[in-house]
């Protein structure tokens, strides 16, 4: 069965200290990986992607590393900022259909304290 | 920035009324999708459109309707709305492939109904 699990559920740092995100997946056959971060009441918006090939991607203070051989994911944040305090969803697409699926974690739901 | 558009935002109705949320892109794009999200939970997906005059059902079951009669245009339809249906609704729409992989979201509609 195609899923996604994300780890830790919730998380709670002090501003400015780093921290790192899971994202486990079962889904195949894959066809990317994105992390997306989404604000209280609000839609996702999209950090980063990642396809087979890559295994890191940057966005600013956003590192996402993708693993496709143990099919695990992080999202390394950088000097947390308060503005970081958002759920932030992992979503894997397969590859197996026209419509590309997308398979989409609980997300990690990140506070940070000031 | 996402050129896509949900509305109502917020809205409260009463159990039988018809609602219909808008969601408008003008980005030109041909996958336009609907996702539920529970607070707390991953995004279902419940219907979604190749393009003008194509519309499937999703993932998850939704008594809602939706219809694509216009590109830009994706709106949701609940006949008699009930307190299960209470949720977040979530719009998004996706470039062809070749044209970048990102999926982009509204801001969601929040749906209450007592």
């Known amino acids: 069965k195609n899923q996604v699990e994300q780890s830790p559920q919730s998380l709670i740092i002090l501003e400015g200290k780093n921290c790192t995100l899971q994202?486990?997946?079962?889904?195949?056959?894959?066809?990317?990986l994105r992390w997306y971060k989404q604000d209280t009441g609000r839609g996702p918006v999209s950090l980063t992607i990642?396809?087979?090939?890559?295994n890191t991607k940057s966005n600013g203070r956003y590192t996402a590393t993708l693993d496709a051989d143990t099919k695990q994911s992080s999202l390394h944040i950088t000097a947390s900022q308060l503005s970081d305090s958002a759920s932030y969803i992992c979503?894997?697409?397969?590859?197996?259909?026209?419509?590309?699926?997308?398979?989409f974690g609980r997300g990690t739901q990140l506070t940070v304290w000031p | 920035e996402a050129d896509i558009y949900q509305t109502p935002r917020y809205l409260v109705i009463g159990t039988g009324k018809k609602i219909t949320l808008e969601c408008s892109q003008t980005m030109g794009h041909d996958k336009m999708y609907w996702y539920q999200q529970d607070p707390g939970m991953e995004l279902h997906l419940i219907h979604y459109?190749?393009?003008?005059?194509?519309?499937e059902k999703g993932d998850l079951s939704s008594e809602s309707t939706v219809s694509r009669i216009r590109t830009e245009h994706f709106p949701l339809t609940l006949e008699s709305a009930r307190p299960s249906h209470t949720s977040q609704y979530l719009c998004?729409?996706?470039?062809?492939?070749?044209?970048?992989?990102?999926?982009?979201f509204g801001e969601g509609s929040w749906l209450t109904v007592v």
């Open positions: 459109s190749y393009g003008v005059n194509s519309t």
């Open positions: 990642m396809t087979f090939s890559e």
């Open positions: 998004a729409s996706s470039p062809p492939p070749g044209a970048g992989n990102t999926i982009y």
């Open positions: 994202c486990n997946y079962t889904v195949s056959p894959f066809s990317n």
């Open positions: 979503v894997v697409s397969d590859r197996g259909s026209t419509l590309g699926r997308l398979y």
